[in-house]
């Protein structure tokens, strides 16, 4: 049983059958959060997704940036990541129209940050989530 469901706007159901969350900035302990510790933690989260499910596809959806009016410091300026760093596992039925349903699944791993702890679900996913390409980022593979 998934943990919740998305629609995309092509009618695909997506299941949410894995979701792992983590506070962005939950380890820095010196410093603020800047352009070169916010790629690093982006690279971190994709990795995390890559070792999640090394036989799904991966894809990271390019989280928002916020530039709050505060001083730069010595690694350049203030910039801001959403508070929650996400990677979910996706299943949804096969993407190869000629694959029997009962048979075949689609998967994709996903990595993206959001504003707080919410499991996405139904059209209020983010929508990043909800504009994933499936046909062409998914991959199908046999119950």
């Known amino acids: 049983m998934p943990l919740s469901r998305l629609g995309l706007p092509s009618g695909r159901p997506l299941d949410l059958i894995q979701v792992r969350m983590s506070s962005t900035y939950a380890g820095q302990l010196e410093g603020y959060p800047c352009k070169f510790l916010d790629d690093m933690r982006v ?4 990795a995390e997704a890559e070792g999640i499910s090394p036989t799904t596809p991966v894809h990271l959806v390019e989280p928002s940036r916020r530039y709050p009016d505060q ?15 996400c990677v979910g596992t996706f299943r949804s039925t096969p993407v190869a129209p000629d694959l029997d349903p009962a048979l075949h699944r689609s998967a994709l791993t996903v990595a993206w940050f959001q504003p707080d702890p919410r499991v996405p679900s139904g059209e209020d996913a983010d929508p990043s989530l909800l504009g994933l390409a499936w046909e062409e980022l998914a991959q199908d593979y046999e119950l």
């Open 43 to 46: 690279r971190a989260v994709r």
């Open 71 to 85: 001083p730069a410091g010595p690694f350049g300026p203030v910039e801001v990541l959403p508070a929650v760093a």
